[in-house]
């Protein structure tokens, strides 16, 4: 129960011709082992050119959903997932292991949605320590990137509207 996820609400400025097409992006991962690496992840305002909703859920929500029963707790996944267009997997080390992340993945091949996995098990924690990288829990058909060695800080937009369009998302 120590999975944890986020939305965002991302805007490309220069999707296709520059039409200013909304893209809601819902990120998964493993809330208690792999929070501080999703920092760098989130902080760096995905790529050039999108901006994001303010919106981050902290970790006394969290503490607070997970308490819940697991109906509780799918209820607000599913509504965290409601209206989103493609779901970034962060990997860390212990991530394909992760009911959570597990139950979030299947209810976003079944919604239609796009996937993404990030292995971000080479971001520094908060005791400067990078981790060890874990399986890959997506499907093979899915693309899987490595945050450091693939230029996730630069890149992660692209990889994200690859992933929407993919998957026939405009």
């Known amino acids: 129960m120590s ?3 986020i939305a965002d609400d991302c805007w490309s400025k220069q999707h296709n011709q520059g039409d200013g097409v909304a893209r809601k992006v819902f990120f998964s991962f493993h ?3 792999d929070s501080w690496r999703v920092g760098p992840v989130r902080n760096s305002n995905v790529v050039r050119g999108y901006d994001k909703n303010p919106f ?3 970790k006394a929500e969290w503490e ?3 308490r819940t029963t697991p ?3 799918q209820a607000w996944i599913d509504k965290q997932l409601f209206g989103t267009s493609v779901t970034v997997v962060l990997i860390g080390a212990e991530t394909a292991n992760r009911p959570w992340v597990k139950y979030e993945i299947e209810q976003s091949i079944a919604l239609g949605k796009a996937l993404v996995g990030v292995h971000i098990s080479g971001i520094q924690n908060q005791r400067k320590e990078t981790d060890s990288l874990g399986m890959n829990p997506l499907p ?3 693309p899987v990137y490595k945050w450091n060695h693939d ?3 630069e890149r992660l937009g692209k990889w994200i509207e690859a992933a929407a369009l ?3 998302r405009p």
């Open 3 to 5: 999975v944890r996820t």
């Open 71 to 73: 109906g509780g707790i």
């Open 151 to 153: 230029g996730g800080a």
């Open 140 to 142: 093979s058909e899915y």
């Open 31 to 33: 809330f208690q082992r």
């Open 166 to 168: 993919s998957q026939g």
């Open 64 to 66: 607070s959903i997970k």
């Open 56 to 58: 981050f859920s902290d």
